[in-house]
């Protein structure tokens, strides 16, 4: 008969092998944990991520506005992303944008203090690029029925 396994072992291997990113940046939005979805999605492997600032995966022209609202986050420790699907542009490591769909969980300590976010992201890059198809289709043939 087989033995389940302990929880433990059952979250570590959802969260190392899960196909979407999941990661965990500290107050100062320093990376700390990174998945190998992570590591698929965004092309740097843990070894790489870990320690670094999360403009590695942050447009350099969102990085002022994302900073602003992380530094607020973990000042006040409200954010109102709580439960919301966020839809935003990322960056892979070879310089590429992709689309990326997240959601974020706010961590906080023992005394309620926010200790930093986690976030499960999935790269949305090719139904955006279908999407955008679409759109363009859409209004190549509207701009011919007004002909």
């Known amino acids: 008969?087989?033995?389940?396994?302990?929880?433990?072992?059952?979250?570590?291997?959802?969260?190392?092998?899960?196909p979407d990113a999941i990661m965990f940046s500290d107050r100062e939005g320093i990376i700390r944990l990174w998945n190998k979805g992570a590591e698929r999605i965004f092309g740097s492997s843990a070894k790489e991520a870990i320690g670094q600032s999360l403009d590695l995966i942050i447009p350099e022209k969102l990085r002022a506005r994302h900073w602003e609202g992380y530094t607020k986050t973990m000042a006040t420790g409200e954010t109102r992303y709580g439960t919301?699907?966020?839809a935003v542009p990322a960056q892979h490591r070879d310089g590429s944008r992709i689309s990326t769909e997240f959601s974020i969980v706010l961590l906080r300590d023992e005394r309620g203090e926010p200790i930093g976010v986690a976030a499960i992201l999935r790269d949305v890059?090719?139904?955006?690029?279908?999407?955008?198809?679409?759109?363009?289709?859409?209004?190549?043939?509207?701009?011919?029925?007004?002909k």
């Open 1 to 18: 008969m087989m033995t389940a396994p302990d929880n433990s072992s059952l979250s570590q291997q959802i969260l190392q092998l899960a």
């Open 84 to 86: 919301d699907l966020l």
């Open 125 to 146: 890059t090719p139904q955006r690029q279908r999407e955008k198809g679409l759109q363009d289709r859409i209004a190549e043939l509207e701009v011919g029925l007004k």
